[in-house]
């Protein structure tokens, strides 16, 4: 065991109970406590009783000050070990050596006290509400009905479901696990997953999602996920790890966290210095004034709530179906300068039906058979639907010399006659004359053409729905602050241009490929202000794609993403465009919160700095002020968990 770890193992992997709190050692825990009671009770014997003699209460405190303290010390050696010359316990260590060599024993040994036991306070605070914060979105089953291989029915931890059991959900008992339905029907609510799109109907064949509430008939359902794997697991695991990912400081508190001791403890040097200087105080004084700023040049009073208040606002926003991946993805949000949308299956529904087909001199069966099979070997939304519409048989062996032009359509060989599906654009590349009734439909419908060896033969009219609160969640996000919202279509431009209309908005980018898309976001991000952010929003199809350029991905999709590998910065839950607006909302709060938490502690220090410099504090009063500063920060942290704010629809502004 090198000196790093035995080093490691005298810190408990803390430097108080922060650690011990969260990580459940109990042991550990207890020994902290019993130390720091030992210690106490040597401190006011040293105190209290008179007959000791003036060296032996010296040694005492001495004493007192290295059970309270070898954790202290040895976090402070830990962290010149890894170059942190200027860390928080190295500081308070420094501050109890120097007092104890200019002869303020007492008041050193009491700064070990304090430290110790106020970080109790902080630190049980903190693990107080991350605790209570975490259990809100804590939905899964502990129990399950399973159908052994006897055919008879036990209740067992729901952690041993393994895939493949068949389980029993009862009406009013919460769905256990992921899985699917064998028999029986039912009406389920997800709305415990954030998903508020409200109750749904369930029959066999369907999938459940654990967490969800069964409300009304039984259900006879095999199991297709383990607990840990399952969408309640996966939404808890998400919203307690998020916090630690990133920078959990705003951008605009990094700064002051990196230059805040330093400059406190130059402060501190140089009143140490000067003063005996320049008055007639002595030298022991002047320390002592000095290792007190050492105390307030810590900055955990001011940082100290920032990660409950992320992590109250991660819970906030699941609780809202809003589901954050990172620090970063909240920062992002918090700063969204422009807001990017893929246009189908976030503004629109994302599924076009065929309403029409205009067969021309052919049927409109026939029609949309050739357009089905031209459209085979395409991914696209459009070939998706057709082929739904058609219903029929795909001959594959009669396609031959498939090619496709993204935003444009295709050009294939059927059965060795050439065709054309596409749009107008492509039509007139081939020199194919459209009638004039076939080259406008009604506002918001999309046309689809078909040629057959270069000459028209007729038109397949689809209708992709706005999604209901598109327009109201684009107006939601321009009261939030945000400067700029673009849309991105694979449409032609005139059908672009009219959604754009619909929606109000100004700038838009037609028949986009991936590609496309790609590079246009690339340009919209080098042209945002200082300090201002590009948000792209997918639909729940883009979940499992690279990031884009953009500062964070955002995806309108179901709960069912909590169950597929995805790269999203952020989930808004039920396709609600709405979502968004109170995503940033709840971002700028956490990030508003927490300025204005560490602008409190940070008064705090600045009063206790003047007043140290004019000698009429003393070590211990600083630190238990510190501390409560510390501790009101942690508890003003609450106020990000209101179930008012994150239940509310209204954006917060900027």
Not at 239 to 258: Q, W, Y
Not at 377 to 405: H, K, M, T, V, W
Not at 529 to 557: I, M, N, Q, W, Y
Request: proline share 3%; hydrophobic share 50%.
């Amino acid at each position: 065991m090198n000196l790093t770890e035995i080093l490691e193992k005298l810190t408990g992997g803390s430097t108080a109970a922060g650690g011990r709190l969260a990580n459940g050692d109990v042991s550990s825990l207890m020994f902290f406590v019993a130390r720091l009671v030992v210690a106490c009770a040597g401190f006011a014997a040293a105190l209290l009783i008179e007959a000791i003699p003036p060296a032996w209460v010296t040694v005492i405190l001495i004493a007192c000050a290295l059970i309270a303290g070898f954790d202290v010390i040895a976090a402070a050696v830990l962290g010149v070990l890894r170059r942190d010359y200027i860390n928080r316990d190295l500081l308070t260590l420094a501050a109890a050596v120097l007092a104890f060599i200019f002869s303020a024993q007492i008041e050193g040994c009491a700064l070990l006290l304090l430290y110790q036991i106020t970080s109790i306070f902080i630190d049980y605070a903190v693990e107080r509400t991350r605790r209570s914060v975490l259990a809100t979105v804590y939905c899964d089953a502990a129990k399950a009905n399973l159908i052994g291989e006897n055919g008879r029915e036990s209740t067992v931890d729901a952690s041993k479901l393994q895939p493949g059991n068949i389980i029993v959900i009862r009406a009013g008992e919460t769905v256990p696990c992921d899985c699917i339905v064998l028999k029986g029907s039912s009406r389920v609510d997800r709305a415990p997953l954030g998903d508020e799109t409200g109750v749904t109907e369930v029959r066999a064949g369907d999938e459940l999602f654990s967490g969800s509430a069964n409300l009304s008939g039984e259900l006879r359902c095999e199991v297709s996920a383990a607990r840990e794997d399952s969408a309640a697991s996966r939404l808890y695991s998400t919203v307690e790890s998020a916090p630690r990912k990133g920078e959990a400081l705003p951008e605009a508190l990094i700064g002051v966290k990196k230059y805040f001791a330093p400059a406190v403890s130059a402060v501190a040097v140089l009143l140490a210095v000067v003063l005996p200087i320049i008055t007639d105080m002595s030298f022991a004084e002047s320390i002592r004034r000095a290792t007190m700023l050492l105390i307030i040049a810590s900055p955990l009073s001011m940082f100290a709530a920032i990660p409950v208040i992320r992590l109250c606002a991660c819970c906030g926003a699941a609780r809202a179906g809003i589901l954050y991946d990172s620090c970063s993805a909240m920062d992002a949000m918090s700063g969204a300068g422009c807001v990017a949308f893929s246009q189908s299956g976030t503004l629109t529904e994302g599924s076009p039906k065929v309403v029409e087909v205009r067969g021309g001199r052919m049927g409109g069966d026939v029609l949309l058979k050739i357009a089905a099979h031209a459209l085979s070997s395409s991914s696209s939304p459009i070939s998706r639907c057709i082929a739904e519409a058609y219903g029929g048989q795909i001959s594959l062996d009669l396609i031959e010399n498939f090619s496709e032009a993204p935003g444009y359509g295709v050009e294939v060989v059927v059965d060795g006659i050439p065709i054309r599906v596409g749009n107008r654009a492509l039509m007139n590349i081939g020199r194919v004359t459209i009638p004039d009734d076939d080259l406008f439909s009604e506002d918001g419908d999309q046309i689809v053409y078909v040629a057959i060896t270069d000459e028209y033969a007729g038109c397949i009219i689809l209708r992709d729905s706005l999604r209901e609160d598109a327009v109201s969640g684009i107006e939601d996000l321009r009261s939030c602050g945000v400067d700029s919202i673009v849309m991105f279509s694979a449409d032609s431009r005139d059908h672009a241009a009219r959604l754009a209309g619909k929606l109000g908005i100004t700038e838009y980018y037609s028949e986009c490929s991936r590609d496309k898309q790609r590079s246009s976001l690339s340009s919209l991000k080098q042209s945002l202000a200082p300090g201002r952010s590009l948000v792209f929003v997918g639909s729940g199809d883009e979940l499992g794609g690279a990031h884009t350029a953009a500062d964070a991905d955002a995806a309108l999709a179901g709960v069912e993403a909590l169950s597929v590998p995805n790269n999203c910065d952020v989930i808004a839950f039920g396709g609600k465009v709405g979502k968004l607006a109170q995503a940033v909302g709840i971002a700028r709060y956490a990030r508003m919160l927490s300025l204005a938490t560490a602008g409190g502690a940070a008064v705090v220090k600045l009063i206790l700095m003047i007043i140290a410099a004019l000698g009429v504090s003393t070590l211990w009063f600083t630190v238990f002020i510190d501390a409560i500063a510390a501790v009101a920060a942690a508890l003003v942290s609450i106020l990000a968990f209101s179930g008012e704010l994150y239940g509310s629809s209204k954006p917060v502004k900027k």
